[in-house]
């Protein structure tokens, strides 16, 4: 990401410059002299920019000079854009970007403002293609709702507010925009609107005789939005990239600033997010790692524009942002007060250390200083006045007779009072002459002494001088040392974060190898595919061509069976002829020969008709005997039928025996259905108990807390010191006193410090307030990845020593055991408890009193009809600064997305959170899990054991222990 700076003076009505831009790229600052007679801090100064504009520079100069690319890169390479523009009341800070609305039109113009410029170079480009434009403005101030610029009479929009997703702007009108006409349509409304809004402020006479001239704190932001298609910008997908125009509130001070506490207040809140503005341009210029969106309302709305969205498909797709600033400042000795904070804001941006200082962003501390003694002064001044005017007396109003002339006797007055004056002033004027004349003799009287000075006298202050400059250049060379190592460092650590960025593109190329790797496995495995669908086809064609093969084969056989059956019918007749020839020559011979007949002749020939009456049945050339098919079949059916009456019996028996069986099961079963509702019912009775102990337990911590215990508070400011805690009886406040030497308190009836409940906005576990970041020497550690002396793998943050004596070196060894109050003054109060169970005691109880509660338990209230009686409302948020770094630690693999955000969100470890997982759900099989269950069998304290209970409960991994649902179950 980059930052462009700009800075662009203004003439006012022609008087005198103090502010010259010299070379183009550097600003000479000269204080006027009623400054300097008023002792203001600062003569001159140099301020060294990359761009300085002169007076009366246009709009279509800074389009050319600064965003000349803006459109190409909007339209072709996905990039966003946020222009800021910031100075004080009277400047044309807006005028020059939404342009006036009565020179707004459909000709260009060099007065047409940058916007007017932009929305041309888009619709006339001609690479819109299909995209999709719509805008979309508001006014942000100090409250919740905003001022909707496309549709004034919006009341709807309001910045909504969130602790995960952050704050949000909801009911935002968005004006889609199909051609460069109603652009300029749309434009010259909302430069109405914006007109009509800050009309008290865009010329800065108006009010300038008023003891508290009108100050508008209001921030106007200006988005134009580019959606890929039609389809994504009516179904409510985001924007696929944006350009923003921010124009910041009003940077001046308000006169005689704290009078007025309506202005004050407005006054903060804006300086607060021009702080917030400088930190982010100044974080992106200085390439540092995090850039801190979440300062301010506004910086937080711009995350998006940013690509540092949560859930954005565009983030990764869309070429970094790209920051415009420019800063506007009168010239003018009128304004050379205001003129140099603003030169001071631009310079902090710019420089590569940060801003640092102490003090806000936008404002220089001793400059603020001068002010506020400046303001005493005129404050002492008209109270001396008022004092004067109300003790006043008239003349006549002691004397003793009725005056009858009193403007005869006024008169006499006058000429007295007048006579006094002058006879003081020639008596001054006399006093005076007297005093020139003395110091004149004693200036005199100098230059002689001076001037008969011998030789020797400036050779020893010459000597003292080269001391001097020998001491200047040592400790100058020193500065340049240390200046070195800084850089040094800095090197290093841009070395460190290359050389990661080159090991993650290695990874990232190691990815991509494989991904190929398996591309191409995957096509060879479609090439194999192809392959075998065609051996396939093949061998399906084959297998076609072998059964007409077969076929043919078939018919072959089935002929020459045929014929060979043919031939044995011929052979048996032939056969059959020749025996029956041989029987008649045997007759023939034994009727010759007188032999008996023995009956064999005509046996045989009996059995040779018989054969020649079935042997054609028996092989049978075309078709088969049909009445032994006839036989067989009515044997076959009368088998069938007694088989089917067997079966039908033993069905019967069969459905007999069922049904015996069905009447004992069903008896069995509400035997078991008796006992596992006894076991459930015991089970539910127990979690009962349970839950019922740790209300208890609860109970028996506030009572503890009541008692009080001692805790460590960390300053803003000097060294950390115990003290006595403990919260009161009604449970609205927590006091605090001293100890004495035994650790126990002085007195508790006129306690030091009181914290109401009701001023509590949030607490954040952990140390991450300013107070522990200046109290701390380890600044720069991650504290979203602790060592491991202060977390370890399997038993988390668990410490079973005592807090010792608190100091910069050794604080961030108890970030477990710290947490701070932030309250809705804007203070903080920040505390480290004495042990683990102190920390937790504290934590259990505040969420108890403050009724902050999980989604699971307002639904478990809600079903058994009770209701939270909060301290607040709505309750405070109760969580860490940052998430846990968990993706380098043992056991990370083995966890899912939602299992990792978790333990993110809760400072849990892997290894820890899978051993809980395993002792729970081992125990869910046989018995009702509650949060004592939990607490008790992982080594998680209570709270972190309420998130993890309920996250199990969520996903339906272990039943809830619900008294109706058992119940009704029983």
Request: glycine residues 4%; contains cysteine; proline residues 4%.
């Amino acid at each position: 990401m980059e930052v462009d700076l700009g800075i662009c003076l203004v003439d006012n009505k022609g008087s005198p410059a103090c502010i010259n831009c010299g070379d183009g790229k550097s600003v000479q600052y000269q204080a006027p002299g009623e400054l300097l007679e008023a002792q203001f801090p600062i003569s001159d100064a140099t301020f060294n920019f990359e761009r300085v504009l002169p007076p009366g520079t246009t709009p279509q100069r800074i389009q050319q000079d600064f965003l000349a690319d803006a459109a190409a890169n909007f339209l072709q390479k996905r990039q966003n854009t946020v222009v800021y523009t910031y100075g004080q009341k009277g400047l044309p800070k807006r005028q020059l970007f939404f342009g006036e609305s009565a020179d707004i039109g459909g000709n260009l113009t060099p007065k047409s403002g940058v916007l007017q410029h932009l929305v041309h170079q888009i619709f006339e480009s001609g690479a819109l293609g299909s995209s999709v434009i719509k805008f979309s403005g508001y006014c942000l101030g100090v409250s919740e709702a905003v001022t909707d610029l496309l549709n004034i009479d919006n009341a709807s929009a309001v910045v909504a507010d969130s602790i995960k997703e952050g704050p949000s702007i909801s009911n935002l009108t968005r004006t889609q925009v199909g051609s460069y006409a109603q652009a300029v349509a749309t434009l010259k409304s909302v430069a109405e609107v914006v007109e009509d809004e800050f009309a008290d402020v865009l010329d800065e006479t108006k009010g300038a005789t008023d003891p508290f001239p009108p100050y508008n704190p209001c921030h106007t932001v200006f988005s134009i939005l580019r959606y890929a298609n039609e389809e994504a910008a009516s179904d409510g997908s985001p924007e696929v990239n944006s350009i923003n125009v921010v124009c910041l509130g009003d940077s001046e001070r308000p006169p005689l600033c704290g009078i007025n506490l309506d202005q004050l207040n407005k006054y903060e809140k804006t300086h607060k997010t021009h702080t917030a503005v400088v930190g982010i341009l100044g974080a992106i210029r200085c390439n540092r790692l995090r850039i801190p969106f979440t300062k301010s309302k506004l910086t937080s709305l711009l995350k998006r524009a940013y690509n540092q969205e949560k859930n954005n498909p565009n983030n990764d797709e869309n070429l970094p942002t790209k920051s415009f600033m420019f800063v506007y400042c009168f010239n003018d000795p009128a304004h050379a007060e205001e003129s140099y904070h603003t030169l001071l804001t631009a310079k902090r941006i710019v420089n590569v250390m940060g801003g640092g200082g102490v003090g806000p962003a936008s404002r220089d501390l001793s400059v603020e200083k001068w002010r506020l003694e400046q303001d005493i002064i005129e404050l002492k001044d008209e109270l001396t006045i008022a004092k004067a005017v109300h003790d006043y007396k008239p003349y006549i109003y002691d004397q003793p007779k009725v005056i009858q002339n009193i403007q005869e006797e006024e008169l006499k007055r006058i000429n007295q009072i007048n006579k006094k004056r002058e006879e003081a002033r020639a008596k001054a004027q006399a006093d005076m002459r007297l005093q020139a004349q003395r110091e004149a003799q004693v200036i005199i009287e100098q230059e002689e002494k001076k001037s008969n000075s011998n030789l020797k006298e400036l050779e020893e202050k010459l000597q003292q001088k080269l001391l001097t400059n020998l001491d200047l250049n040592a400790e100058r060379d020193k500065k340049v040392k240390e200046f070195d190592k800084q850089l040094e460092k800095i090197k290093r650590k841009k070395q460190e974060e290359e050389d990661k960025a080159k090991k993650l593109q290695e990874e990232i190329r190691t990815i991509e190898d494989e991904l190929n790797a398996r591309n191409q496995a995957i096509a060879k495995a479609k090439e194999q595919l192809e392959v075998l669908n065609k051996d396939h086809a093949r061998g399906r064609e084959m297998i076609l061509q072998g059964r007409e093969e077969t076929k043919e084969k078939r018919m072959q056989v089935y002929q020459q069976r045929r014929q060979q059956r043919q031939q044995w019918l011929k052979e048996i007749d032939e056969t059959n002829t020749k025996v029956l020839e041989q029987i008649k020559l045997l007759s023939k011979e034994r009727q010759a020969t007188g032999a008996p007949d023995d009956g064999s002749e005509a046996r045989t020939k009996k059995d040779i008709e018989t054969l020649q009456k079935f042997i054609p049945e028996l092989i049978s050339i075309d078709e088969p005997n049909h009445e032994a098919s006839d036989s067989i079949r009515k044997q076959l059916e009368e088998y069938y039928e007694a088989e089917r009456k067997s079966l039908q019996k033993k069905m019967e028996d069969e459905a007999k025996r069922k049904q015996e069986l069905e009447k004992a099961a069903e008896i069995y079963k509400g035997r078991i259905n008796d006992h596992q509702n006894r076991i459930k019912k015991d089970q539910l009775q127990e979690a009962l108990k349970k839950e019922k102990h740790l209300e208890g337990l609860i109970e028996q911590v506030i009572q503890y807390l009541e008692h009080g215990c001692r805790m460590t508070k960390i300053p803003n400011k000097g060294s950390a010191r115990k003290r006595y805690f403990w919260i009161s009886e009604d449970h609205k406040k927590i006091l605090a006193c001293e100890m004495d030497d035994m650790g126990a308190p002085l007195n508790r009836k006129r306690p030091s410090s009181t914290v109401y409940l009701k001023d509590i906005k949030h607490i954040y576990l952990g140390q991450y307030t300013a107070a522990f970041e200046h109290f701390s020497k380890d600044r720069k550690r991650d504290k979203s990845n602790p060592s491991d002396e202060i977390m370890d793998d399997d038993e988390g943050c668990f410490n079973p020593h005592p807090t010792q004596n608190i100091t910069p070196q050794n604080v961030g060894k108890y970030f477990y055991r710290s947490f701070s109050f932030d309250l809705k003054k804007g203070k903080t109060l920040d505390i480290i408890t004495e042990t683990d169970s102190d920390f937790e005691a504290w934590i259990v109880a505040l969420k108890r009193l403050l009724g902050t509660q999980s989604e699971w338990e307002k639904l478990q209230d809600a079903k058994k009809g009770k209701r939270a009686d909060a301290a607040v409302e709505p309750p405070p948020g109760i969580d860490w600064g940052t998430q846990l770094e968990v993706s380098q630690k043992p056991g990370f693999e083995k966890l899912s997305q939602q299992e990792a955000k978790l333990c993110q969100a809760n400072h849990i470890t892997p290894t820890q959170y899978l051993n809980a997982k395993h002792e729970i759900l081992h125990k869910a099989r046989t018995a009702f899990v509650t949060v004592y269950d939990v607490r008790t069998l992982s080594s998680l304290d209570l709270p972190r054991s309420k998130e993890v209970y309920e996250y199990f409960l969520s996903k339906k991994m272990i039943p809830p222990p619900n008294p109706e649902n058992s119940a009704s179950d029983v």
